[in-house]
Every structure is written in structure tokens, then in C-alpha cells.
């Protein structure tokens, strides 16, 4: 059975950074495109990034770009969102997916920027 687990998130202050991570289990993590997707209090769950399996193809939501940064390591099963200039809209719960419409994705882990 698939599993997906973020961790990392936690309050950061505005202008701050912080660094999520999603390990992988279950199924051949280096086979699959991987995405991150967000939540906030009261909205639809939104797309914020994906990312092709051996990394070749990167693409952002317009709200992120560049201020947000993904990555993987295939050899950890592991995806990563590195998150700077956070602002107090970036607050969310933040998942990784293994599908392009944010169904097959973990419990998520709250970012909260805030002074």
C-alpha cells in the first residue's frame, strides 16, 4: 500500500523560510511524477508544485514561483518543497501526491507564517 508522510512544518515568521519533506513507501517512488499541494483554512485544496521522476521537468503555481523550491532524492524515496519569503498567505496544510489531482496524498503537515 502506497504511503506518503510530510514532515518539517511548523510557524514561521513572514519573510522566513522552512524546508517540508514527504518519504515515500509502498511503490516505486523513482517510476512516479510527484506533487505538492496546499490547503488553507477554508479554501479548495490548490496545486503549488510537480515534479517529473528524474526531476527534468519542474513546474510552480504563479503564487510560488520563485519563492518555492522542489526537489527529490530517488535514492530516500524522499520529496522535498523548500519554501522562502513566506508569506502570511502561504499558511496551510501541505501535501505531497503521487497523482496530478492531489488524491493519492499524505496527512499533510501545517505551515503557519505569522508574526
Known amino acids: 500500500e502506497a504511503q506518503l508522510v510530510e514532515s518539517g512544518g511548523g510557524l514561521v515568521q513572514p519573510g522566513g523560510s522552512i524546508r517540508l519533506s514527504c518519504v515515500a513507501s509502498?511503490?516505486?517512488?523513482?517510476?512516479?511524477?510527484m506533487y505538492w499541494f496546499r490547503q488553507a483554512p477554508g479554501k479548495e485544496l490548490e496545486w503549488v508544485s510537480s515534479?517529473?521522476?528524474?526531476?527534468?521537468?519542474?513546474y510552480y503555481a504563479n503564487s510560488v514561483k520563485g519563492r518555492f523550491t522542489v526537489s527529490r532524492d530517488n535514492s530516500k524515496n524522499t520529496l522535498y518543497l523548500q519554501l522562502n519569503s513566506l508569506k502570511t498567505e502561504d499558511t496551510a496544510i501541505y501535501y505531497c501526491?503521487?497523482?496530478?489531482?492531489?488524491?493519492?496524498r499524505g496527512q499533510g503537515t501545517q505551515v503557519t507564517v505569522s508574526s
Open positions: 501526491a503521487k497523482d496530478g489531482r492531489g488524491e493519492e
Open positions: 509502498g511503490f516505486i517512488f523513482g517510476s512516479y511524477s
Open positions: 515534479m517529473s521522476k528524474y526531476g527534468e521537468d519542474i
